[in-house]
């Protein structure tokens, strides 16, 4: 197999479609290349939703390159792993050019890269994507706009799938049936009420990140919410000269997290379907392989599903790495502190590892401090998310993620900061929390902090996890 431009060697590419089927038995030949080239650690990276083939790529490039240097006597090779996910233009990456268009998009009309994207990603959706972009543009007014956005939303990313394409969407587990999500819900609970009172939610929460602060409750802290003095006119008055949220400064954070729910169960789907089997194919051939998994937000729940994947009797996998995980932190958990009924859809899986499940997280990543836990609680009912918790409540508990506050509710987990980490050495089983805030800093709105993960300290706590000297 060719493999790409790298700074590292041996390194393989496999490349999974939606449904976690490898392209042309590509998964299997580099099975058998990995044992043909005496490789003893294999460490195999997953990157996120909000990324194309050549970001993943070059993310893969940057975030190896200290490795060999770290580890010179180790036998390491490489994998990445490439998955159909879709890259928002508008949300910067550290060290990445930024879109020409970043910045136009949520105020305006859809731009032709996101349109681009969005195409590529729901090919059969054409019609929606094109009504989805007229809206945007437009902006009417009235509830009933907002209503018919929210179902061509919906529909361009099939929220409510059937069969086991609900489960790899579910964060937790009751009795085996999905919650939160799944099909005796319709879909994320953002669907389930009006699309004006959720879009709302979203604007107000996108005015605080870009005032400079968390969202907040009630109004923006700071300055206005934009949006025109007709919207302030629409919406009624604020208090002292502030408007409310327009609906419609919400509607494309709306999309992207709708994108984000079908690009979260996209992750569940390969992990489970295609990145798993291929671990226990490599066991097979090369049984003295160490593997070691590292996954970048969604991709931190794909390497994580590829151990529900694993066959019973592999023991290959020596360590699991998650670089600001965007899943539920409670998806270890065998019980969650609110429901003693459910469990988290990952509960026990830590288990299948023979080595730690090492979880970075960071305060400064605002994609899952803020918005990824609005984007989980947004439901229906009448007062928002806001009010009914509070801010610090909301970022803390019931609807974290992984890569905002580590691993919660499993019994024994450590905890360290990155710099208590690397001076090791880690435990050598169960879950280990590991706040990365000291480099993991750097972003604008909407996502924050959540791309900064090309650091040599990051290479250095993969390598610690594995044990590869």
């Given at each position: ?261 079908a690009m979260k169960r996209r992750a569940g789907t390969v ?199």
């Open positions: 197999m060719a493999e790409p431009a790298m700074s590292v060697t041996p390194y393989w590419e496999l490349t999974f479609d939606a449904d976690g089927d490898s392209e042309g038995g590509r998964a299997d030949r580099s099975a058998a290349e990995v044992a043909r080239r005496g490789v003893r650690d294999l460490i195999v990276f997953a990157h996120g939703w909000n990324t194309d083939r050549s970001a993943a790529t070059g993310l893969y490039s940057r975030f190896f390159a200290p490795m060999p240097a770290l580890a010179p006597a180790a036998r390491i090779g490489y994998v990445g792993v490439v998955w159909p996910s879709m890259r928002f233009p508008d949300e910067p990456i550290p060290d990445f050019p930024r879109s020409a268009a970043a910045g136009a998009v949520r105020r305006g009309a859809l731009d032709g890269e996101t349109r681009h994207a969005l195409l590529e990603t729901f090919p059969d959706r054409v019609s929606a994507v094109d009504r989805i972009g007229r809206l945007l543009e437009q902006r009417p007014p009235g509830e009933a706009a907002l209503e018919e956005f929210g179902r061509l939303v919906r529909l361009l990313v099939d929220v409510a799938p059937h069969g086991p394409q609900a489960l790899f969407a579910a964060d937790t587990l009751t009795d085996g049936v999905p919650q939160d999500g799944g099909p005796q819900e319709g879909g994320p609970q953002m669907f389930a009420g009006p699309t004006a009172e959720v879009c709302e939610e979203f604007a107000r929460a996108l005015a605080g990140l870009e005032a400079g602060g968390p969202a907040s409750g009630g109004l923006p802290s700071g300055r206005p919410v934009s949006g025109g003095p007709e919207a302030g006119a629409a919406r009624g008055p604020g208090v002292e000269g502030f408007s409310l949220p327009d609906p419609w400064d919400g509607a494309h954070e709306l999309l992207r997290q709708a994108t984000y729910y992990g489970e379907r295609g990145l798993g089997p291929f671990v226990g194919r490599l066991a097979a051939v090369a049984p003295a392989v160490r593997v070691h998994l590292v996954g970048h937000s969604f991709g931190g729940r794909l390497v994580s599903f590829a151990l529900r994947g694993l066959p019973d009797d592999v023991r290959t996998v020596k360590s699991v790495t998650l670089l600001q995980g965007a899943f539920s932190h409670y998806a270890f958990a065998a019980r969650l502190p609110h429901d003693e009924r459910a469990g988290g859809v990952l509960r026990g899986q830590q288990n299948r590892v023979d080595g730690p499940v090492v979880c970075c997280h960071s305060s400064f990543d605002a994609a899952l401090g803020t918005m990824y836990p609005l984007a989980s609680r947004m439901a229906g009912d009448a007062r928002g998310v806001f009010e009914e918790f509070g801010v610090g409540s909301v970022l803390g508990a019931k609807w974290g993620a992984m890569g905002h506050d580590g691993v919660q509710a499993v019994p024994g987990t450590r905890a360290y900061t990155l710099a208590e980490a690397l001076a090791g050495p880690l435990p050598a089983s169960g879950c280990v929390n590991v706040d990365a805030a000291a480099v993991v800093r750097r972003g604008g709105a909407p996502a924050g902090a959540h791309s900064d993960i090309v650091h040599p300290e990051l290479a250095r706590l993969v390598l610690a996890a594995g044990r590869v000297r």
